[in-house]
């Protein structure tokens, strides 16, 4: 079964400052596609960034970027220059080729003024 | 980007009573829809897999006659909560994705609570 980690429930850092999310993933399939998502206190999802499995070029939106590691299994965020706005629970997904999203169990994320 | 509509935003109802919650993908053609539930604070569970025309594929554990799935069209897929007890108070979410594309567009959320 596929299963996505997220190792840290929590975490608080100063506005401006660089914060990098931690996500591992565990499948069998060879191609499939990872995601971040954001869920702000409205709980709208909002999708962050997008990655597929046979790129091996790292995704990058903005002030967001990932550190893809197939071999290892990990997709971690960074989220760099963090702003009062950022301040969400981010959750770490994978799509498997059902089609089926799986999420980790998220981290809340504080950016503190 | 694409926009999936999802009403009501909040419903609180009368334990014993059904509740329907609808997604509609507002400018493109939902091939796929799928409902998640989601307890505060925690991730979110996918409970069914819904395609155009055909029966909902329910998840272990997700009873498919108390969450009956129905999707008839390629815009409009509906969730109903049938005789809602309290414990079937939480935060339900619709998500759609089109024909051949990688992106899951989600609705803004329905946040049931059974009294």
């Known amino acids: 079964a596929q299963t996505v980690t997220q190792s840290q429930p929590e975490m608080s850092v100063q506005e401006a400052e660089t914060v990098t999310l931690s996500c591992t993933y565990d499948?069998?399939?060879?191609?499939?596609?990872l995601f971040w998502y954001k869920q702000p206190p409205s709980r709208q999802m909002i999708l962050v960034i997008r990655q597929e499995a046979y790129k091996q070029q790292n995704a990058t939106e903005n002030r967001f970027s990932v550190n893809f590691q197939k071999a290892a299994k990990s997709f971690s965020l960074k989220i760099s220059d963090s702003q009062l706005g950022d301040t969400a629970m981010y959750f770490c997904?994978?799509?498997?080729?059902?089609?089926?999203?799986?999420f980790g169990k998220g981290t809340r994320l504080h950016i503190l003024p | 980007g694409a926009v999936v509509s999802q009403h009501p935003s909040r419903v609180i109802c009368k334990s014993g009573t059904s509740v329907k919650i609808e997604c509609r993908s507002l400018?493109?053609?939902?091939?796929?829809m799928f409902w998640y539930r989601q307890f505060p604070k925690k991730s979110l569970m996918l409970m069914a897999t819904?395609?155009?025309?055909?029966?909902?594929?329910?998840e272990q554990g997700v009873e498919k006659d108390k969450f009956l799935i129905n999707h008839a069209s390629l815009t409009l897929s509906t969730l109903t909560v049938t005789s809602a007890h309290p414990e079937d108070s939480s935060f339900y979410i619709c998500?759609?994705?089109?024909?051949?594309?990688?992106?899951?567009?989600f609705g803004s959320g329905t946040q049931l609570s059974v009294l």
């Open positions: 499948t069998s399939e060879s191609n499939y596609y």
């Open positions: 997904a994978f799509m498997n080729r059902d089609d089926k999203i799986i």
């Open positions: 819904s395609n155009e025309g055909s029966k909902a594929t329910y």
């Open positions: 400018d493109f053609q939902a091939t796929t």
């Open positions: 998500s759609a994705r089109g024909a051949g594309g990688e992106k899951l567009f």
